[in-house]
């Protein structure tokens, strides 16, 4: 006599749970969600310079005056705004509204309904998949901008900070 199957339904605990990423708009998310989105690759924190004729953004490789080139973290995070003040605080409106984030930035992504790419620490589990991506500006980092006279930095115009590394697409 054949046996007929269970008639169990999974449970919800063992159904995988989409990540907050994807069913969440930047503005629905807590704190500390929006926080983590940021994968620390530090392109944001580069000198980006603007072309007085077309109003092109250009990216450097010089990095802000608090930018740790080799962590890639802000030396003063929690200041940042008093000391740079020029330094722009990420909102829901600003990635919107901003064209020189990188393409790679999961604030960009989420706002564009993307996915993060793979080598992302939320996906990974591992805050340094960035850099072994080679992905963030680690050892990238010409100098900082208290190093290069401002006279000097249209020298250091660069195309990497505004491209996605060859096969990393999400």
């Given at each position: 006599?054949?046996?007929?199957?269970?008639?169990?339904?999974?449970?919800?605990?063992?159904?995988?749970?989409?990540?907050?990423?994807?069913?969440?708009?930047?503005?629905?998310?807590?704190?500390?969600?929006?926080?983590?989105l940021?994968d620390?690759?530090?392109?944001?924190?580069?000198?980006?310079?603007?072309?007085?004729d077309?109003?092109?953004?250009?990216?450097?490789?010089?990095?802000?005056?608090?930018?740790?080139?080799?962590?890639?973290?802000?030396?003063?995070?929690?200041?940042?705004?008093?000391?740079?003040?020029?330094?722009?605080?990420?909102?829901?409106?600003?990635?919107?509204?901003l064209?020189?984030?990188p393409?790679?930035?999961?604030?960009?992504?989420v706002?564009?309904?993307?996915?993060?790419?793979?080598?992302?620490?939320?996906?990974?589990?591992?805050?340094?998949?960035?850099?072994?991506?080679?992905?963030?500006?680690?050892?990238?980092?010409?100098?900082?901008?208290?190093?290069?006279?401002?006279?000097?930095?249209?020298?250091?115009?660069?195309?990497?900070?505004?491209?996605?590394p060859?096969?990393?697409?999400?």
């Open positions: 006599m054949p046996r007929s199957r269970p008639s169990v339904a999974p449970s919800r605990a063992s159904a995988k749970a989409r990540p907050f990423w994807l069913d969440k708009t930047l503005e629905d998310m807590t704190e500390q969600e929006w926080e983590s940021c620390g690759c530090a392109r944001c924190c580069l000198i980006k310079l603007e072309d007085e077309t109003g092109k953004i250009l990216h450097t490789d010089i990095g802000c005056k608090l930018l740790d080139g080799e962590t890639c973290r802000c030396k003063d995070y929690p200041r940042r705004s008093t000391r740079v003040p020029d330094c722009v605080t990420l909102t829901p409106e600003a990635v919107r509204a064209t020189w984030l393409p790679t930035c999961a604030y960009r992504l706002a564009e309904g993307k996915d993060l790419f793979d080598w992302h620490p939320l996906k990974t589990g591992d805050s340094g998949s960035v850099h072994r991506a080679g992905v963030s500006v680690k050892g990238r980092v010409h100098c900082s901008e208290k190093e290069l006279p401002v006279a000097r930095w249209h020298e250091r115009i660069k195309r990497w900070p505004n491209m996605t060859k096969g990393r697409r999400p």
